[in-house]
Structures are given as C-alpha cells and as structure tokens.
C-alpha cells in the first residue's frame, strides 16, 4: 500500500497534468515510490497502475524501461558510472576498475554487507564533466579520479 507521504506527492505531481490524464505521472510517481522504497517490487508498479489508474502491465513497461528504475534490491547506495563514448574518452573504464576493485563487485552486484551496488549507465547529459557517476540517481559527482573515488566512497560510509 502506498504511504501518505507517496500518495501526497503523487497528487502533487498529478496537478501537472490534465485530470482525466492520471497516467502521465507514472514516472513521477514509480520514481517517488522508489526513492521511499530503494526499489521497485512488481508489487509496487502494481500499486503505482492502481492508483493513476492506468494498466499494471504500462506502469511495468516505463519501469522496465528506464535505467533510473531498479526491479531488484540495489543496496543502500546506488552508484551509477557513465560509460557513454565521452566518458569513455575521458578514462571512465579507469574509474569503474577502480570502483570494481574496492568494492569487490561487478555491474549490477551488491556489495555482501548491502550497503552499494554497481551499475552501468549510458550517458547522463554532463559530458563536460566527464566521467562522472550519480549516487541514488540524485546526486552527480563529475571530473573523477580514483582519489576523488575514494573521497565520495569514505562520505558514504
């Protein structure tokens, strides 16, 4: 069942839109669900479709579709490394080694004490800063070095 506080900020998120088009706030709301969550379960995009009233199977669509959204536990910290060609120019597969190394994980493996996972992710829209990765999908950390790695690893401890 989907909290007060998701319920509450689905609604606001539905004010954006025309009242008889509920169903374009899925991103919003799955992404709303998620963040309370740290996942999204089949149940969960079950809950999201019932409530904008829309069919189960198109919430999983978009959920299924995007690589924001996360159908297995994650750990408590997501950390997604772009390894898009401009990223990859600027020596992301640098960055990944390193984070593979320190974290004894590969792609989309969760640490043994559940506190990070590893995912790949195409290219986030801040090539300037080159390479960079995102914590959570909320939070952007650009111009890395496996120094500046272990910077943002030690912060998340």
Not at 40 to 69: D, R
Not at 125 to 135: E, N, R, S, Y
Request: hydrophobic fraction near 40%.
């Amino acid at each position: 069942m989907l909290s007060p506080e998701a319920v509450q900020k689905i609604d606001y998120e539905l004010t954006k839109y025309p009242t008889d088009q509920r169903q374009a706030a899925v991103m919003s709301a799955l992404r709303i669900v998620q963040t309370e969550r740290g996942w999204l379960s089949k149940e969960s995009v079950s809950e999201v479709a019932q409530y904008l009233g829309m069919p189960e199977i198109a919430a999983m669509e978009v959920a299924s579709f995007y690589n924001m959204y996360d159908l297995a536990p994650v750990g408590q910290y997501k950390i997604t490394v772009c390894t898009n060609i401009s990223c990859m120019l600027r020596d992301s597969d640098e960055i990944v080694d390193h984070l593979k190394a320190k974290l004894g994980v590969g792609f989309n493996e969760v640490t043994a004490d559940g506190k990070f996972c590893l995912k790949e992710g195409e290219c986030m829209g801040a090539c300037g800063g080159a390479p960079l990765l995102t914590v959570n999908n909320h939070t952007m950390h650009e111009f890395l070095t496996p120094a500046k790695v272990d910077a943002i690893l030690e912060e998340l401890k």
